[in-house]
C-alpha cells in the first residue's frame, strides 16, 4: 500500500491496523526476551550451574584423625581435602574452593594447615616423621602430605586453584566404584564390593604421556588404604636417604608420582598380593588389613577429564586466558575456549604456582589475592 493509500484510511481500518502492530510489537518483544532467557540458560558461568546454597560440610583434620579407620576399602569416602599454609585463603582460592563444596553438598571438606599435616605425620606416620621435618621446603611436604590423605583417610584430594565444575560421584560411577559418607562402612549397592578392589584415579594433563609432569599430582582420589601410596612415600624416604637434592618435582611432586606409576604399571611387578606383600613392613601398613585376594587398581583419566587446561607448550594458545597468573585470566573465557561443558570436564586447574623454594611465591600469591568477578564465595568453616 502507497502512502497516499494510507492516508486516506477510514479511522475503522487504523484502528484495526494499529492493533495488529502493537500485538506484533509486544510478541517480538517477548520473544526476544525469551530467546535472551533461555540463551542465557545455555551459556551462564559453569560455576553456577547446577549450584545449590548447600555445600560440603567443614570437618576439622583433628576431628577426622579421631575418627575409626575406615572399613570400607572398595568405596571413596565423601571426604574433599585440601591444603594451605593457614585457614585464611587467597580470595580466588576461596572462590574455587566454594565451588568444590557446592558441588559436593553430601561431602565433608577438610582444609589442612601446615600444622595440622604434622600432626597427621605424627599420629599415624610416625617412622616417616624425621623424613618429613628434613624436607628442604614446605612444598615438599605439601606434596608428600597429600600421598597420606588418599592411603590414611581416602577421598578426593585438589589443590586450591582447582574449580570443580561438576560432581566426581558420577565419574567414579562409570568406573564401578561407589562414593559413600566417610563413616558408612559399606556401599549402597553390595553387589560392586566384590568387583570394583581398591582404587586410585589420576588424571593426565596435556598430549605427551611421555612428560615427566603430565600426571600432576594437583588433583587425585582413592579408596583408603590403597598401597600404591604407601610405595610412594617410601621412594621418598629412601631418596632421602641417598642424600639426594633433587627440586620438588623429581622428589615429591609430579615427576615422582609419573615414576612411581611407571612402576606400579611394569607388568608383574606390583601385581595382586605383590604390593601388599612389598609394603606389609611399612608400620602403617598394619592399620589396613584387605581380606585375601582384595584387587587394587590405578585409573589414569584422559586429560579433559581433571586437567582440561595444561601449562606445557600444548597449552600456549590459551595461556593469557587461562593461567591464573596473567593480567589477562578469565575463568570464564577459559572454560569457554577449552569447551569444558562439552567433553564433559569435571575440574579445572588453573595453575597458580604460589610455591617457590622454601616458601610461597610473593608475586604470585597477589596474582590470586583478589576475587575474580562474582564467581564462588567466601571461604567459611559451616
Same mark, same amino acid.
Given at each position: 500500500m502507497n502512502s497516499a493509500a494510507?492516508?486516506?484510511?477510514y479511522?475503522?481500518q487504523q484502528?484495526?491496523g494499529s492493533?495488529?502492530?502493537?500485538r506484533w510489537?509486544v !510478541?517480538?518483544v517477548?520473544?526476544a526476551?525469551?530467546?535472551v532467557?533461555?540463551?542465557?540458560?545455555i551459556?551462564?558461568?559453569?560455576?553456577?550451574?547446577?549450584?545449590?546454597?548447600?555445600?560440603?560440610?567443614?570437618l576439622? #583434620?583433628?576431628?577426622?584423625?579421631?575418627r #575409626? $579407620?575406615?572399613?570400607?576399602l572398595q =568405596?571413596?569416602p565423601k571426604l574433599f %581435602?585440601?591444603?594451605?599454609?593457614?585457614t585464611?585463603?587467597?580470595?580466588k +582460592?576461596?572462590?574455587?574452593s566454594a =565451588?568444590c563444596?557446592s558441588?559436593h553438598?553430601d561431602w565433608?571438606w577438610?582444609l589442612? =594447615?601446615d600444622?595440622d599435616n604434622?600432626?597427621?605425620?605424627k599420629?599415624h606416620?610416625p617412622?616417616?616423621?624425621k623424613?618429613?621435618?628434613?624436607l628442604?621446603?614446605?612444598i615438599?611436604?605439601a606434596?608428600?602430605v597429600?600421598?597420606?590423605?588418599?592411603?590414611m583417610?581416602g577421598?578426593?584430594?585438589?589443590?586450591?586453584?582447582?574449580?570443580?565444575?561438576r560432581?566426581v *560421584?558420577?565419574? !567414579?560411577?562409570t568406573?564401578?566404584?561407589?562414593?559413600v559418607?566417610h563413616?558408612?562402612t559399606?556401599p549402597?549397592s553390595?553387589?560392586?564390593v566384590?568387583?570394583s578392589?581398591?582404587?586410585a584415579f589420576f588424571?593426565?594433563?596435556g598430549?605427551? #604421556?611421555?612428560? @615427566?609432569?603430565?600426571? #600432576?599430582?594437583a588433583?587425585m582420589?582413592s579408596t583408603p588404604?590403597?598401597?600404591f +601410596?604407601?610405595l610412594v612415600?617410601? @621412594?621418598?624416604?629412601d631418596s632421602?636417604?641417598?642424600g639426594?637434592?633433587k627440586?620438588?618435582? *623429581?622428589?615429591t611432586g609430579?615427576?615422582?608420582?609419573y615414576?612411581m606409576l611407571?612402576?606400579? !604399571?611394569?607388568?608383574?611387578?606390583?601385581?595382586g598380593e605383590?604390593?601388599d606383600?612389598h609394603?606389609?613392613?611399612i608400620?602403617?601398613?598394619k592399620?589396613?588389613t584387605?581380606?585375601?585376594?582384595?584387587?587394587?587398581? $590405578?585409573e589414569?583419566?584422559?586429560f579433559?577429564?581433571?586437567f582440561?587446561? @595444561?601449562?606445557e607448550? *600444548?597449552g600456549?594458545a590459551?595461556? *593469557?586466558?587461562c593461567?591464573?597468573?596473567?593480567?589477562?585470566?578469565s575463568a570464564?573465557?577459559?572454560?569457554l575456549l577449552?569447551?569444558?561443558?562439552?567433553w564433559?570436564?569435571?575440574?579445572?586447574t588453573?595453575w597458580?604456582? =604460589?610455591?617457590a623454594?622454601?616458601g610461597?611465591d610473593e608475586?604470585n600469591?597477589?596474582? $590470586?589475592?583478589s576475587?575474580?568477578?562474582?564467581?564462588?564465595g567466601?571461604?567459611? %568453616?559451616d
Amino acid at each position: 500500500m502507497n502512502s497516499a493509500a494510507s492516508r486516506h484510511l477510514y479511522p475503522p481500518q487504523q484502528f484495526s491496523g494499529s492493533r495488529r502492530f502493537l500485538r506484533w510489537t509486544v !510478541f517480538l518483544v517477548f520473544a526476544a526476551l525469551a530467546s535472551v532467557g533461555i540463551i542465557s540458560q545455555i551459556y551462564r558461568p559453569s560455576t553456577l550451574r547446577g549450584l545449590t546454597n548447600r555445600k560440603a560440610k567443614y570437618l576439622s #583434620p583433628a576431628e577426622l584423625m579421631q575418627r #575409626p $579407620i575406615s572399613e570400607s576399602l572398595q =568405596t571413596i569416602p565423601k571426604l574433599f %581435602h585440601q591444603s594451605w599454609s593457614s585457614t585464611d585463603l587467597p580470595a580466588k +582460592f576461596g572462590q574455587w574452593s566454594a =565451588t568444590c563444596r557446592s558441588q559436593h553438598p553430601d561431602w565433608e571438606w577438610v582444609l589442612w =594447615t601446615d600444622e595440622d599435616n604434622e600432626e597427621l605425620v605424627k599420629t599415624h606416620f610416625p617412622w616417616l616423621l624425621k623424613t618429613y621435618q628434613s624436607l628442604p621446603g614446605t612444598i615438599y611436604r605439601a606434596d608428600l602430605v597429600r600421598n597420606l590423605y588418599m592411603y590414611m583417610f581416602g577421598g578426593v584430594y585438589a589443590d586450591l586453584d582447582v574449580e570443580c565444575l561438576r560432581p566426581v *560421584d558420577q565419574l !567414579f560411577d562409570t568406573y564401578n566404584v561407589s562414593t559413600v559418607p566417610h563413616l558408612k562402612t559399606r556401599p549402597h549397592s553390595i553387589d560392586k564390593v566384590h568387583t570394583s578392589g581398591r582404587k586410585a584415579f589420576f588424571g593426565r594433563m596435556g598430549t605427551d #604421556p611421555g612428560f @615427566s609432569n603430565s600426571i #600432576p599430582n594437583a588433583w587425585m582420589a582413592s579408596t583408603p588404604g590403597h598401597p600404591f +601410596f604407601l610405595l610412594v612415600v617410601q @621412594s621418598v624416604k629412601d631418596s632421602m636417604g641417598w642424600g639426594s637434592r633433587k627440586g620438588p618435582e *623429581d622428589l615429591t611432586g609430579p615427576a615422582r608420582l609419573y615414576k612411581m606409576l611407571e612402576e606400579y !604399571f611394569t607388568a608383574g611387578k606390583f601385581k595382586g598380593e605383590k604390593l601388599d606383600k612389598h609394603v606389609a613392613s611399612i608400620p602403617t601398613a598394619k592399620q589396613f588389613t584387605p581380606r585375601e585376594g582384595l584387587d587394587h587398581s $590405578i585409573e589414569v583419566l584422559p586429560f579433559n577429564n581433571i586437567f582440561p587446561y @595444561s601449562w606445557e607448550r *600444548d597449552g600456549e594458545a590459551v595461556r *593469557d586466558v587461562c593461567w591464573a597468573t596473567q593480567d589477562t585470566f578469565s575463568a570464564e573465557r577459559c572454560k569457554l575456549l577449552l569447551a569444558t561443558e562439552h567433553w564433559p570436564s569435571y575440574a579445572i586447574t588453573y595453575w597458580s604456582h =604460589t610455591w617457590a623454594g622454601e616458601g610461597h611465591d610473593e608475586d604470585n600469591v597477589n596474582a $590470586i589475592s583478589s576475587p575474580e568477578g562474582t564467581e564462588g564465595g567466601n571461604i567459611d %568453616h559451616d
